[in-house]
């Protein structure tokens, strides 16, 4: 066991969660805005209490955060973060080829030099999975990690994700893109909440019951689309 919430409540906005994660298991958590799916994320990194129940976990956690632009004047490079995230509060840093070993791995490192501020979008979220993986996770944290990454790099990162032999809480506003690794869905909705496999949790039905309304899962073209 990697992961484990026993009877777990963050009210209003989610209660009764009983979820056990083992190690390398990819799991994608999907629901609209608003029901608290970044606040998963921050209960079992102990930024956000629970109001009841349990989380539990003794692993070593590694994390893509939800995209926020550093600022523009931050002076920092690339290179920088990924290696205070090797050696935080360390004196010296860490070692120029594991910090180069991590960069490349994620297609960063051509632009490692630069200062964070004036990368875009898709760039700095590939110094953020650095960072993450800089940790030598048993457990990564990803919130909305293919967000402004082009549909060749959002592959990558699944596969990366997936290829990491951590387990995985993906944060997702669509499982379209990891269908070929996800081994369960937690799809949170504003009436409740369901874990299980894609096909008995993407169904009409299911995702009806956790809306309070009629919602629609089709396929189109090998995608899940949610009407």
């Not at 956000?48 to 590694?62: K, N």
């Not at 523009?72 to 509060?89: E, Y």
């Not at 960069?103 to 490192?109: D, E, K, N, P, R």
Request: glycine residues 10%.
């Amino acid at each position: 066991m990697i992961l484990h919430f026993d009877d777990a409540a963050v009210a209003p906005l989610w209660s009764g969660l009983n979820l056990t994660v083992a190690r390398g298991e990819f799991i994608a958590v999907l629901g609209p805005n608003g029901v608290g799916k970044s606040t998963l994320l921050g209960t079992i990194l102990g930024t956000r209490r629970l109001t009841a129940g349990t989380v539990r976990t003794d692993a070593r956690i590694g994390l893509i955060p939800q995209q926020r632009m550093f600022p523009r004047d931050l002076p920092m490079r690339g290179r920088d973060l990924v290696s205070l995230a090797m050696a935080p509060g360390a004196l010296r840093r860490a070692p120029k080829a594991n910090v180069e070993k991590h960069l490349a791995q994620v297609g960063a490192l051509h632009f490692a030099d630069q200062r964070v501020g004036l990368l875009s979008g898709g760039q700095q979220q590939l110094i953020r999975q650095a960072q993450a993986f800089a940790q030598e996770p048993e457990l990564l944290l990803a919130d909305e990690p293919l967000l402004s990454l082009d549909p060749a790099r959002q592959r990558d990162t699944v596969a990366r994700l997936a290829g990491s032999g951590a387990a995985v809480m993906c944060v997702t506003h669509s499982i379209n893109p990891l269908l070929g690794v996800v081994d369960r869905v937690l799809y949170i909705g504003p009436e409740g909440h369901v874990v299980g496999p894609v096909a008995e949790v993407m169904r009409s039905d299911v995702l009806s019951d956790l809306y309070g309304t009629r919602v629609d899962v089709v396929e189109v073209d090998g995608r899940m689309v949610v009407l």
